[in-house]
């Protein structure tokens, strides 16, 4: 009896340790604690998460590891468990707060669950420290993702203002020649609405002619830095939506880094008139 006794007790020990070496094993804190609340058992990661020993865990009630306000009133709710068997957070999951043994708190999720025919109650316990963490610096990302968004939505309000005051009509267009900007002076001149330029290539207010090459002249500018137009102002022809054309002045400029094309275009239409009419007199006089 007394070496059946012996053997009984080893493989114990070694279940013990068998069960001990797979909770230690455990990625999150784990106690079992019995139905006066007094810890029986801890794993490792729970010594690592609270900063007690395991020697200083066993034998103390479970509320070591809770807020006061809590602590104050577990044995009354374990109490209220045991004679009524009403489970209110036995089986379940539930975020609550956790106290360390220098008493800073840190947000975790409570699994509990009771261990069959012998009353007692594991809790599993994972820190959420990190993963609030991680979650606040998302949701401060997104603040300021939206916060510059604002900011940038309120640049371009301030710019397109100041662009729509313009007394000649203004595109800007990208490297691909699509037209990304237009002041309202633009849809006046050439018949187009902000929607209808918005998207489109700028050949759009070329005559046919040019229109056609206007997108190789680009590329060779892209390849090769040689600026034939940009920096410069030029006549040319210009044509509206209805398909007739105009004189104008275009003034091309290429803003800093973005590498954006910025086009001022002012109409000659009334000043070629004013001029022809001038000539026309000067003529007429001579005659």
Not at 54 to 60: A, D, L, R, S, V
Not at 207 to 229: I, Q, S
Request: net charge negative.
């Amino acid at each position: 009896k007394q070496l059946a006794a012996e053997n009984l007790s080893k493989e114990l020990q070694a279940n013990q340790n068998i069960i001990m070496g797979i909770l230690d094993a455990a990625f999150h804190a784990l106690f079992v604690i019995n139905e006066k609340c007094i810890i029986q058992m801890v794993n490792k990661k729970s010594c690592e998460v609270f900063g007690w020993t395991q020697e200083e865990f066993i034998g103390k009630n479970i509320n070591l590891i809770m807020p006061d306000h809590v602590a104050v009133n577990h044995n009354h709710y374990m109490k209220h468990y045991l004679e009524t068997g009403v489970k209110n957070m036995i089986g379940t999951q539930r975020e609550v707060t956790a106290r360390r043994k220098d008493g800073s708190t840190f947000p975790c999720i409570l699994g509990l669950s009771e261990t069959q025919q012998s009353g007692m109650i594991c809790g599993f316990i994972r820190d959420l420290t990190e993963e609030k963490a991680h979650q606040a610096a998302i949701l401060e990302k997104q603040l300021a993702a939206e916060n510059l968004s604002k900011e940038l939505q309120a640049n371009q309000n301030i710019i397109m203002g100041i662009l729509d005051a313009a007394f000649h009509a203004l595109f800007v267009i990208n490297e691909k020649c699509i037209i990304q900007m237009v002041n309202k002076k633009s849809c006046e001149v050439f018949g187009w609405t902000q929607e209808e330029f918005i998207g489109k290539n700028i050949n759009l207010i070329m005559p046919d002619h040019v229109a056609v090459n206007h997108n190789h002249y680009m590329k060779h500018y892209l390849e090769t830095g040689v600026k034939n137009m940009i920096g410069t102002q030029r006549e040319v022809t210009a044509r509206r939506k209805d398909g007739s054309t105009f004189p104008c002045i275009l003034g091309l400029s290429e803003t800093q880094q973005s590498g954006m094309i910025c086009g001022f275009i002012r109409d000659l239409t009334e000043e070629k008139a004013h001029q022809a009419a001038i000539l026309e007199k000067q003529l007429a006089a001579e005659n």
